[in-house]
């Protein structure tokens, strides 16, 4: 039997088992915006980086970016609203300033 095979057997076999029915995020999309975010030569480490349960700053500014703009949705008095949003482009242009840094490093390699 080939690797292959042998490989969609186990999971074939796992989602008769229901091993597959409870996942987080079952039935909603997913989301890579962080994915293609990051630049290309930093994806492959940054994901194995987050499988290992470590996140470089770069992810963790983009996590609290987004825990800023659900924060955002659920506010309703104006005046925290704003608070928000001014620190959403805060954190957004200190993300933007990494990144472009990394970039110029990676040009002078």
């Known amino acids: 039997m080939s690797l292959e095979k042998a490989v969609e057997a186990i999971i074939r076999e796992a989602q008769e088992r229901g091993d597959f029915d409870n996942l987080k995020g079952k039935g909603k999309p997913i989301d890579l915006s962080a994915y293609f975010e990051t630049p290309e030569e ?63 490093q990676s040009r002078r390699k």
Request: avoid cysteine; hydrophobic fraction near 40%.
């Open 42 to 104: 930093l994806r492959m480490a940054h994901s194995m980086l987050k499988n290992a349960g470590m996140v470089s700053a770069e992810v963790d500014l983009l996590n609290e970016i987004a825990a800023l703009k659900e924060r955002l949705t659920t506010t309703y008095e104006e005046k925290d609203r704003s608070r928000i949003q001014k620190m959403i482009r805060e954190k957004q242009m200190h993300f933007n300033i990494m990144l472009e840094r990394q970039k110029r």
